[in-house]
T-cell receptor
Framework: GAVVSQHPSWVICKSGTSVKIECRSL??????MFWYRQFPKQSLMLMATSNEGSKATYEQGVEKDKFLINHASLTLSTLTVTSAHPEDSSFYIC????????????FGPGTRLTVT | DAKTTQPTSMDCAEGRAANLPCNHS???????VYWYRQIHSQGPQYIIH???NNETNEMASLIITEDRKSSTLILPHATLRDTAVYYC?????????FGTGTRLQVFP
């Protein structure tokens, strides 16, 4: 299947700083990518839809000014957690698919963020 | 998107078939049934999907009832590496909305 990578795989940052997470589709182009967050022992929660060349669409309750999404090319989307706080510590996962829906999405390995 | 109901957890002996049920009684005609699984601390992995007909691939089989209100994912010969949380999702838009899934434990 298609490959999606994320970088970094884990990151520790101090409270108040910003952290950028990259999501790349390695062998296909993706006009749309998705960002999820997962807390321990919970399911994945969709945060936002990242659209190449346009603004991201955020799910209800997700602060767009805190979670900045940039989808600058057909193979790269970035999620920046601004002014991170300990409650932002979580497992962040991106996904992408090779075509318009419905289609199987391929998920990255995830990024574990710990804010101290 | 239609809501799904799955058992919280299931056990299966290694080498036996694992049958994971999913209820989606409010599914509409153009919504697909998708299955993903998530092994601990990894990103979810696509398994299989279907609309009306039963489907089979190298990983699993998907049986969808004639009224499409429920489905069963079958892992024909479960291994220890199949221990994971399995998610049944129905959708026809671009977004995958995950429920709580079924935690499958395969034991020796």
């Amino acid at each position: 299947g298609a490959v999606v990578s994320q970088h970094p795989s884990w990151v520790i940052c101090k409270s108040g700083t910003s952290v950028k997470i990259e999501c790349r589709s390695l062998d296909f182009q993706a006009t749309t990518m998705f960002w999820y967050r997962q807390f321990p022992k919970q399911s994945l929660m969709l945060m936002a839809t990242s659209n190449e060349g346009s603004k991201a669409t955020y799910e209800q309750g997700v602060e767009k000014d805190k979670f900045l999404i940039n989808h600058a090319s057909l193979t790269l989307s970035t999620l920046t957690v601004t002014s991170a706080h300990p409650e932002d510590s979580s497992f962040y996962i991106c996904s992408a698919g090779p075509g318009p829906g419905p289609y199987e999405q391929y998920f990255g390995p995830g990024t574990r963020l710990t804010v101290t | 998107d239609a809501k799904t109901t799955q058992p919280t957890s299931m056990d299966c002996a290694e080498g036996r078939a694992a049958n994971l049920p999913c209820n989606h009684s409010t599914i509409s005609g153009n919504e697909y049934v998708y299955w993903y699984r998530q092994i601990h601390s990894q990103g979810p992995q696509y398994i299989i999907h279907g609309l009306k007909n039963n489907e089979t691939n190298e990983m699993a089989s998907l049986i969808i009832t004639e009224d499409r209100k429920s489905s069963t994912l079958i892992l024909p010969h479960a291994t220890l590496r199949d221990t994971a949380v399995y998610y049944c999702i129905v959708y026809n838009t671009d977004k995958l909305i995950f429920g709580t899934g079924t935690r499958l434990q395969v034991f020796p």
